[in-house]
């Protein structure tokens, strides 16, 4: 059979340096930090201090009050991309066959905030439960989906992917399989976390995956650079609406780009730390340019996993240079985290749309607070480091890594 | 209206987002207010929350509208 062809219509972001696509993108040019101080709680007795939060959101712009507190915050961040992608894709949803439209969504935790506080709250009391009816529902990473399906009426396949940072990935590989196959015609895909929480930063302080430089927040996410120590917290939300090429033209829909390929591995190795030499990566990469039928000489530029961390990166560029060999120089690489933070399960939401944006504007955005070069890390990699660089870019690669060793990669290519 | 019927009433109209002229005693909260049986289960506990009174299961379920709640609420209170 042949398979259909998957395009990109509509794009949505929420993200700690712009709450829509426009500001995000601007801000990713222009090579800015959105880490700072945590507002969210006290932090004076954690070992972070710092995090790349949302800033200015008022949810009830958005949502119903009255439904927005049945809601976990990532509930909300994952409504609010949505709406801005089903804008910018203008589709009117009305006349839209909504049977064929799924809702497959990445998140690596869910509703944190929501069980903390109910679980603190019962533990305050004298052991009797009043548990909030909401709680579950709160809670459980798949509500984002449900809630997305609710709000648009979309009746297609719909269900929550769970692989820590790797999740949407896996949530846009799975829809561009079930369109390839003429399963569905249309599908919200994205991701969203909330985790900037007691429990979020304790918990990656704890295993020692946080960077701890609270003296200067806004250079702590420094991937590739010899001082890294550790990622920098992020949260928030991206959506894209992927669509059959024919089902976009056929309402003469403004195509981003088309999603040719996705592929995945896991690394059978560790449960935090990736292997040593690379290998799930690489085998992620190769099945990704496999999937699309590709040379990895077509690859323009790679957003990389690249979030920071001591051993984390260089296992990547590794993997890398073993696939693409010299070609590994040619290409351009940046990690967009050193600005976003790390933003787990909707890490791969946000640099897909990051990818994508690096084609229509054909301009990479940089890896900033690069200052001090790692012997590890071959210099002669163009790591885009701490200013966009503008070039032809036809085809991007989109990395992510989870904890567990899951490892998904998404290509996207120029409409031709 | 009493000092339990105006707390009754805005618990209704925060947890339902519903306008406090909706709020009448024979409104009934799925009927008339738009809750769920889950709205209504917690509506139940903030009601306890509020007067610090435990209410049982089967007595809760009889609780329907806003003048059963109040009514209920004004004869367990204080005793």
């Not at chain 1, 945590?38 to 007795?45: L, R, V």
């Not at chain 1, 929480?197 to 020692?208: H, L, V």
């Not at chain 1, 806004?218 to 991937?223: L, N, V």
């Not at chain 1, 985290?337 to 933003?343: R, V």
């Amino acid at each position: 059979m042949t398979f259909k062809r998957v395009v990109v219509t509509g794009l949505g972001a929420l993200t700690p340096i712009g709450n829509d696509v426009p500001t995000y993108w601007s801000n990713l040019a222009a090579g800015v930090s959105g880490a700072g101080p945590i507002t969210k709680f006290d932090a004076s007795k954690f070992r972070t201090q710092f995090a790349c939060e949302i800033k200015g959101l008022d949810v009830t712009q958005h949502i119903p009050r009255q439904d927005a507190r049945k809601m976990d915050a990532f509930t909300h961040y994952a409504l609010i991309a949505t709406d801005e992608a089903i804008r910018d894709a203008g589709v009117d949803v009305e006349t839209l066959d909504r049977n064929k439209v799924g809702v497959i969504w990445g998140s690596g935790i869910g509703g944190l905030k929501s069980f903390e506080d109910e679980m603190i709250d019962y533990a305050r009391g004298d052991g009797t439960p009043r548990i909030n009816p909401f709680f579950i529902v709160r809670m459980i990473a798949d509500s984002a989906s449900g809630q997305i399906s609710m709000r648009y009426g979309f009746r297609g396949t719909n269900y929550v992917t769970v692989s820590a940072c790797a999740s949407t990935n896996n949530a846009i590989i799975d829809a561009l399989n079930y369109i390839r196959l003429g399963r569905l015609k249309m599908c919200v895909v994205g991701g969203s976390e909330a985790a900037v929480t007691r429990a979020g930063i304790g918990g990656f302080n704890a295993n020692r995956a946080l960077s701890e430089r609270n003296d200067s927040p806004e250079t702590a996410s420094r991937p590739y650079d010899k001082g890294r120590d550790g990622f920098v917290l992020g949260e928030g939300a991206g959506a894209l609406i992927l669509e059959e090429y024919e089902h976009a033209q056929a309402r003469g829909a403004k195509i981003y780009a088309e999603l040719i390929g996705g592929g995945m591995s896991s690394d059978a190795y560790h449960i935090t730390a990736p292997h040593p030499e690379g290998l799930g990566a690489f085998l992620a990469m190769q099945d990704a340019l496999e999937d699309a039928g590709i040379e990895p000489s077509s690859i323009d530029y790679i957003n990389t996993h690249g979030t920071s961390t001591p051993i984390g990166d260089p296992q990547e560029l590794k993997a890398i240079y073993q696939l693409f060999g010299d070609h590994s120089f040619k290409l351009n690489i940046s990690s967009t985290k050193s600005m976003t933070g790390h933003l787990l399960g909707a890490a791969g939401a946000v640099e897909a749309i990051a990818a994508i944006k690096a084609i229509e504007h054909q301009l990479v955005p940089p890896t900033i607070n690069y200052v001090t070069p790692d012997e590890e890390i071959d210099s002669r990699f163009n790591l885009t480091a701490n200013t966009a660089q503008a070039r032809s870019i036809t085809t991007v690669m989109s990395n992510a890594f989870g904890f567990g060793g899951h490892n998904a990669i998404v290509i996207f290519r120029k409409l031709s | 209206m009493s000092e339990i019927a105006q707390k009754v009433k805005n618990i209704i109209v925060e947890k339902l987002g519903v306008e406090e002229s909706e709020v009448t005693p024979e409104a009934s909260f799925t009927n008339d207010l738009g809750a769920d049986s889950l709205d209504t289960v917690e509506l139940i506990m903030e009601f306890e929350k509020e007067f610090n009174l435990p209410i049982p299961d089967d007595e809760a379920e009889k609780i329907a509208t806003v003048g059963l709640a109040i009514e209920y609420l004004e004869k367990h209170i204080g005793k």
